[in-house]
């Protein structure tokens, strides 16, 4: 057998005191604002990527070396 069937035909919603309780108890539903991403730190996190590094190194090993 269904199990919407087991349900009443009409659904009630939280109270108005529950709704009230849950918000002050769990805050908005909402999700978290991310941080907001600076000039200065996309430059930070590029540096700290391995890639640029390793990058750098063989472009340093050519220079080093010529041709």
Known sequence: ?????????R?????????QARLKAEG????PRP???TPFRIVLEVM????LALLI???LV?????D
């Open 1 to 9: 057998m269904d199990d919407w069937a087991k349900l009443p035909a």
């Open 11 to 19: 659904v009630a919603g939280l109270s108005e005191a529950e709704a």
């Open 28 to 31: 908005y539903n909402e999700l």
């Open 35 to 37: 941080d907001r991403r």
């Open 48 to 51: 700290r990527e391995p890639m």
């Open 57 to 59: 190194a063989g472009g």
């Open 62 to 66: 050519y220079l080093a070396l010529g």
